[in-house]
């Protein structure tokens, strides 16, 4: 291996932890009436998401780690990531 290539991959960049992988991130989910749905997240990767797909948030946490909560009515397409990312669905 060339010197050149050595240093290279000393100065790589470390790769960030999968989605979901904290030990506190998760998803939860609750039925509030009328067909609409609160998601709270605790992985900002998982709230980007929720973000991207044009979900309305309605809370976060101001102190201590990441907290979002936000709003649906088409809960249907989300349950494919509630379940891709082993999230709740409290009754």
Known sequence: MK???AE????R???LPAPGSNPG???CAWHIGDGIWHIQSRDAWLSKVLREAKLRRI????IGGHL???ETQDFEA???LMRR???RILR
């Open 25 to 27: 991130a998760s998803l």
């Open 59 to 62: 809370a976060y946490g101001v």
């Open 68 to 70: 979002t909560i936000w």
């Open 78 to 80: 989300m349950r494919p």
């Open 85 to 87: 990312h082993k999230g």
């Open 3 to 5: 010197i050149q290539d």
């Open 8 to 11: 290279h991959m000393s100065r």
């Open 13 to 15: 960049r470390k790769r």
